[in-house]
């Protein structure tokens, strides 16, 4: 009988659409961070439910032949990169693999050709928004991306697929708000005034949005904050404020302001402008 904190030797045998590894031992099957099918784990019990369990890796005993060894451990706890673990020809062939289970087991179609995945020929450095949450970690102002499945965030300052550009100016935002002691929000104790930072970028324009997420409509010293912003960053042509007061997990609120420049920014698709 597996009790929690039981360590077993068990096999990674399929992944989760999250990329979770699979593992089945004793009528029960887990799911388990940063695991890959072929490899052999030494696995601790974390949780026991009915018949499922979640488990974490405490030793590779063998590793997969399709594993990425060069993502740093801090993406993955974060999920920014669920499958940052496994190597991008790998992923590939597991997008593909999702689009034939869930054709077979949603509608039970199997007779469906499924195309080999598209890939990228650099799979980094593509995304071209970005909504980041505003914290403070250890008496300091952070920006990052939450640690997976809490509100706890994990200071980042390079998220690995957002546009390099977006994220030097998330990092030079977030020294800003430090230097003008602006208040990072608080889930918690419902206080503080910047929730999050969101950046998009034309990816042929290089126009640049800047959205201050905040609980409440007066921002001190603001048009200090974005004058030093525009004087760096002349690509920043819109910088809004987007008011939002509820306790939520939703990013925006209902009201829009414009502090700064255009209302919009525009970028080329196929022949066409786009605001």
């Given at each position: 009988m597996l009790n929690k904190n039981d360590i077993v030797e068990v096999e990674i045998v399929d992944l989760t659409h999250e990329g979770a590894g699979v593992a089945k031992v004793d009528g029960f099957v887990f799911f388990v961070d940063n695991a890959l099918p072929d490899e052999v784990i030494k696995m601790r019990v974390l949780k026991l439910k009915k018949n499922i369990g979640f488990g974490k890796v405490e030793e590779?005993?063998?590793?997969?032949?399709?594993?990425?060894?060069?993502?740093?451990?801090?993406?993955?706890?974060?999920?920014?990169?669920?499958?940052?673990?496994?190597?991008?020809?790998?992923?590939?062939?597991?997008?593909?693999?999702?689009?034939?289970?869930?054709?077979?087991?949603?509608?039970?179609?199997?007779?469906?050709?499924?195309?080999?995945?598209?890939?990228?020929?650099?799979?980094?450095?593509?995304?071209?928004?970005?909504?980041?949450?505003?914290?403070?970690?250890?008496?300091?102002?952070?920006?990052g991306f939450y640690r997976k499945n809490s509100h706890d965030l994990i200071p980042i300052e390079d998220f690995l697929i957002q546009d390099k550009e977006i994220d030097k100016l998330i990092v030079f935002v977030r020294?800003?708000?430090?230097?003008?002691?602006?208040?990072?929000?608080?889930?918690?104790?419902?206080?503080?005034?910047?929730?999050?930072?969101?950046?998009?970028?034309?990816?042929?324009?290089?126009?640049?949005?800047?959205?201050?997420?905040?609980?409440?409509?007066?921002?001190?010293?603001?048009?200090?904050?974005?004058?030093?912003?525009?004087?760096?960053?002349?690509s920043v042509v819109s910088i809004i404020q987007n008011i939002n007061d509820k306790n939520t997990n939703a990013i925006f609120g209902k009201e829009f302001r414009t502090l700064y420049g255009q209302d919009t920014i525009t970028d080329s698709m196929l022949g066409n402008d786009y605001e």
């Open positions: 590779y005993v063998t590793l997969s032949s399709n594993r990425n060894q060069d993502i740093d451990a801090t993406y993955l706890r974060s999920g920014i990169a669920d499958f940052g673990h496994m190597t991008y020809e790998e992923q590939l062939k597991f997008k593909r693999k999702q689009v034939v289970d869930n054709l077979y087991k949603t509608a039970g179609i199997s007779d469906v050709e499924v195309a080999e995945t598209l890939g990228m020929e650099t799979p980094y450095a593509y995304r071209n928004k970005a909504q980041v949450p505003v914290r403070r970690v250890k008496g300091q102002l952070e920006t020294d800003l708000l430090r230097r003008y002691d602006l208040k990072p929000y608080d889930e918690k104790e419902q206080t503080g005034l910047i929730r999050h930072l969101v950046v998009r970028r034309g990816h042929y324009s290089g126009q640049m949005m800047l959205v201050f997420v905040t609980t409440r409509p007066k921002v001190f010293r603001i048009d200090q904050v974005i004058a030093k912003i525009t004087e760096a960053y002349p």
